[in-house]
T-cell receptor
Framework: DAMVIQNPRYQVTQFGKPVTLSCSQT?????MYWYQQKSSQAPKLLFH???????NEADTPDNFQSRRPNTSFCFLDIRSPGLGDAAMYLC????????????FGAGSRLTVL | AQKVTQAQTEISVVEKEDVTLDCVYE???????LFWYKQPPSGELVFLIR??????QNEISGRYSWNFQKSTSSFNFTITASQVVDSAVYFC??????????????FGKGITLSVRP
């Protein structure tokens, strides 16, 4: 009955080798978010989509990109992962704007060797 | 700019003890929302509560209760008769009510709660 599904749950990559993480939702929510969470830290918003409108956070490195081909799917692309990009990547959705409740996926843990 | 401070980093209690998790926030907005999320070891953040800035009533849900005080900019969370399953990281978060745009959630650093049998 998972409503926000992230794949893969665990991803190991080599330094500089591109990685794509995926997120799908069955909630038909308008907004999809990507958060980065490093060990023992708060989740940090990277960017989000409101429908097809992309909103990048000012301090998100160019190395991180995202695609949302349709309402249900959203991808996080890391073009050249560095050691500092090892983290848990959390996808979340919300119905619309305002202070809506976010529904999170279980996360994708990225290891960079 | 908005900010959420969770001064406690780790708390360890014995099962059946009561425990309070503190949260202090800063915002210049008069309308805002406060949240608590739970992150168990599985990793998925689970929504617990949302409270808007105009509603200072305390809330109780089973063993969970929340104390919102605007005068001290605090939104504390109490677990009564804690259980091992309560072991998790708990995040307090703040969202400004931005009309026509998307809610941006600012998280505190989280409190790791360990409940020992």
């Amino acid at each position: 009955d998972a409503m926000v599904i992230q794949n893969p749950r665990y991803q190991v990559t080599q330094f500089g080798k591109p990685v794509t993480l995926s997120c799908s939702q069955t909630l038909n929510h308008n907004v999809m978010y990507w958060y980065q969470q490093k060990s023992s830290q708060a989740p940090k918003l990277l960017f989000h989509y409101y429908d097809k409108d992309f909103n990048n956070e000012a301090d998100t490195p160019d190395n991180f990109q995202s695609r949302r081909p349709n309402t249900s799917f959203c991808f996080l692309d890391i073009r050249s992962p560095g050691l500092g990009d090892a983290a848990m990547y959390l996808c979340a959705t919300s119905r619309s704007s305002g202070a809506n409740v976010l529904t999170f996926g279980a996360g994708s843990r990225l290891t960079v060797l | 700019a908005q900010k959420v401070t969770q001064a406690q980093t780790e708390i360890s209690v014995v099962e059946k003890e009561d425990v309070t998790l503190d949260c202090v926030y800063e915002t210049r907005d008069t309308t805002y929302y406060l949240f608590w999320y739970k992150q168990p070891p599985s990793g998925e953040l689970v929504f617990l509560i949302r409270r808007n800035s105009f509603d200072e009533q305390n809330e109780i849900s089973g063993r969970y209760s929340w104390n919102f005080q605007k005068s001290t900019s605090s939104f504390n969370f109490t677990i009564t008769a804690s259980q091992v399953v309560d072991s998790a990281v708990y995040f307090c978060a703040l969202s400004e009510a931005v009309t026509g745009a998307n809610s941006k959630l600012t998280f505190g650093k989280g409190i790791t709660l360990s409940v020992r049998p």
